[in-house]
DNA sequence: CATATGACACTAT
DNA sequence: AATAGTGCCATAT
């Protein structure tokens, strides 16, 4: 089970309506500081529909990008339930723990 | 095997 | 507060 492939079970457990930060989601998959090779990962994503890498967002809860782009990722994100304001967020109601 | 790339995170201006 | 520069990791070429 190669690095990636731990962040895609993951980020399947990530529950609709919540979101991650690629950060900790590098942390869960074992490389605290990789946070940028999860982006990579993320990037190509072989998973396509089936990992919600729609869910993840920068430490701050700040939209960082998106393969199809960020306005993309935040329609989907809105379509559930989860509110983003000017590309941002809420963390404290959002982020999956 | 070595170099280049990128959907990040953090520190310093 | 906003912008720029630096460090880090795994993959792709």
Known sequence: MNFNERCYSILRKVPRGKVVTY???AKAAGSPNAARAVGNAMNRNPYA??????????????????AEGVSKKIKMLKEEGVEVMDGNVDMDKYFYT
């Open 49 to 66: 529909p089936q990992v919600p890498c729609h869910r993840v967002v920068g430490s701050t809860g700040k939209m960082v990008g998106f």
């Open 23 to 25: 950060g900790d989601l």
